[in-house]
């Protein structure tokens, strides 16, 4: 099965910023939409941000409109989540999604999924 690989993950103060990227080695993601997604422990994995395979459609949940941005580059089979204004409570695991339904993915009903890459935001 397709691997998809998160990075960037770490510790910031809150306010502050952080980049995370996802890779698709050997697979190509050009067809997939793409989205991160969220888990506290014990929670079930929330929806963050999603975009369609040609970058073209971006979606978003409320409560990160306007400080994620979540961004594409199909030639090098990566994903990004550029995260701005971080919050406490979004320390998390971030978790890197791929499927061939953008309403599906924005679900949670991915085809491929990463190991996540935790998030820690101090207050």
């Known amino acids: 099965q397709a691997q998809l690989v998160e990075s960037g993950g770490g510790l910031v103060q809150a306010g502050g910023s952080l980049s995370l990227s996802c890779a698709a080695p050997g697979r190509t993601f050009s067809n997939y939409a793409m989205g991160w997604f969220l888990q506290a422990p014990g929670k079930e994995r929330d929806f963050v941000t999603a975009i369609s395979g040609s970058g073209a459609n971006t979606y978003y949940a409320d409560s990160v409109k306007g400080r994620f941005t979540i961004s594409k580059n199909n030639a090098k089979n990566t994903v990004y989540l550029q995260m701005d204004s971080l919050k406490a409570e979004e320390t998390d695991v971030y978790y890197c999604?791929?499927?061939?339904?953008?309403?599906?993915?924005?679900?949670?009903?991915?085809?491929?999924w990463g190991q996540g890459t935790q998030v820690t935001v101090s207050s």
């Open positions: 999604a791929a499927g061939r339904q953008m309403r599906a993915l924005g679900y949670g009903l991915a085809d491929y």
